[in-house]
């Protein structure tokens, strides 16, 4: 029995497919592709699949993680050619590797925050404005004890670095936030305060584009 790890892309409306429901149809295609898959022990055997870091509702990922364990000595290359024909619509098989890093590693996430907008100028000029100042305060639901409340956070305290571009309609601000076990900023917050205050009609879609480790190497 050996690990491998699966990427993959979660793309157009299998972004509303909730993490949960992401693992069910997961489990099926794996068991579609006939691999010849390591099941766990006791009363009710399943395969064993585990995620990186769950993607947020909503949010499309370019490079998403998938680790499985498999019997036998089946290559790489051959688990990747009988995946990427069972996969539901809306995921793309990359690649299949070896694991490298432990997820635990991971320490920040690269997200494209997509705004269509009909002033880009404006909308641009806009989120300097916010990105540049002092504060940017949010609330984030965090705990208290037992209970969940919502808490105020300066989010520029945790924002790592931003880029931003345009084209035609479509402003990309590319963000770097904390992303892991210890601390794990949502992009959204930070997309929503900005439609909020730009006081414009603008649409938004994230896109996680990859997971880093705490030297800024990309997760593997």
């Given at each position: 029995m050996r690990c491998v790890r699966v990427w993959f892309k979660k793309m157009g409306m299998s972004r509303y497919v909730s993490h949960l429901d992401l693992m069910r149809a997961m489990t099926r295609s794996v068991r579609r592709?006939?691999?010849?898959?390591?099941?766990?022990?006791?009363?009710?055997?399943?395969?064993?699949?585990?995620f990186a870091l769950p993607l947020s509702l909503g949010m499309e990922?370019?490079?998403?993680?998938?680790?499985i364990r498999i019997e036998g000595d089946s290559t790489n290359n051959e688990i990747f050619d009988l995946l990427?024909?069972?996969?539901?619509?809306?995921?793309?098989?990359?690649?299949?590797?070896?694991p490298v890093d432990d997820p635990k590693t991971i320490a920040f996430g690269e997200f494209d925050l997509?705004?269509?907008?009909?002033?880009?100028?404006?909308?641009?000029?806009?989120?300097?404005?916010?990105?540049?100042?002092?504060?940017?305060?949010?609330?984030k639901m965090g705990k208290q004890g037992r209970k969940k409340v919502l808490k105020d956070i300066n989010l520029l305290e945790f924002l790592?670095?931003?880029?931003?571009?345009?084209?035609?309609?479509?402003?990309?601000?590319?963000?770097?936030?904390?992303?892991g076990s210890t601390t794990n900023i949502n992009p959204t917050l930070l997309s929503d305060v900005i439609a909020e205050r730009s006081q414009e009609d603008i649409g938004c879609f994230v896109v996680r584009k990859r997971l880093m480790k705490a030297d800024m190497e990309n997760f593997r």
């Open positions: 592709a006939g691999l010849p898959l390591w099941y766990t022990e006791g009363f009710n055997p399943h395969p064993y699949l585990t990922s370019l490079y998403e993680s998938m680790d990427k024909g069972a996969m539901p619509p809306g995921i793309e098989i990359v690649s299949v590797d070896d997509l705004f269509d907008c009909d002033n880009t100028e404006k909308l641009i000029s806009s989120i300097e404005q916010m990105l540049s100042g002092e504060e940017l305060i949010v609330q790592h670095s931003y880029e931003i571009s345009h084209s035609s309609n479509r402003v990309k601000l590319t963000v770097v936030f904390p992303a």
